[in-house]
């Protein structure tokens, strides 16, 4: 499983084939990363958080004759909601809740799933999972039950209810893309009385101060008053 990782990789189509000559005839290799040809890229533009250079060396799009000509060549399959795969899957999101609900199609059906997570930040997850269950072969109902019974309980996309608040907790090993896309789906959140509280991001090292500095400008952005 190859999540958030390609995009890192200096000479991608040599490592997927090294991981295809160790696995089995039977095996899947998953693969997942940022499309610079998404939607959020042509809406962000420059902002869009999937530019972490040098951190991220490689961009990639749907259409992009690296996947289409090799890499799906290497592993002969890949997750479906991925182009040139053949198979016709499509994950939407809803404008609801907290909580992220989505419209998933597959096969001229559409299945409305209601989930435990918050943010829309969370679509490619979802898409990854519903991906991943078609490839390996599981039942689209199988796959609809098991994303609206899943309940966070780490720290990631969690959503608590107190007797006078409610409270949004994603906290686990924050870093600078993740602290941007929970700042900007919890400043969609609309209520009366709101308040975002703040850890440190470790493990940054010399960029420390300078990521810091950018999430504290990104929240004066959000901020009305």
């Known amino acids: 499983v190859l999540i958030n990782v390609i995009e890192h990789i200096y000479a991608p189509v040599s490592f997927l084939s090294a991981l295809a ?24 533009k420059s902002n869009w958080p999937s530019f972490k250079i040098p951190e991220h060396i490689a961009f990639y799009n749907e259409k992009d004759p690296l996947l289409s000509e090799k890499i799906y060549k290497l592993v002969n399959r890949a997750v479906p909601f991925s182009h040139p795969t ?9 404008q609801t809740g907290l909580n992220l609900s989505v419209n998933a199609s597959y096969q001229n059906q559409t299945y409305r799933i209601t989930t435990n997570l918050f943010g829309q930040f969370n679509l490619e997850n979802i898409r990854a999972a519903i991906a991943t269950g ?37 906290s686990y090993n924050a870093n600078p893309t993740s602290m941007q896309l929970i700042l900007h789906s919890f400043a969609e959140i609309q209520a009366p009385k709101k308040m975002c509280i703040l850890g440190d991001m470790l493990e940054l090292g010399e960029k420390s101060g300078e990521e810091h500095i950018r999430i504290l400008n990104i929240c004066l952005l959000y901020t009305s008053d």
């Not at 000559?21 to 962000?44: C, E, N, Q, Y």
């Not at 053949?86 to 809803?94: C, I, R, Y």
């Open 134 to 170: 078609l490839t390996l072969g599981v039942e689209m109902i199988s796959i609809v039950s098991a994303l609206e019974k899943y309940t966070p309980d780490n720290n990631r996309s969690q959503v608590k209810l107190s007797k006078n608040n409610i409270l949004i907790c994603d």
């Open 21 to 44: 000559k160790k696995m089995k005839r039977s095996g899947t290799i998953v693969l997942a990363t940022p499309d610079i040809g998404s939607f959020w890229h042509r809406i962000m």
């Open 86 to 94: 053949g198979l016709s899957l499509s994950v939407e999101p809803e």
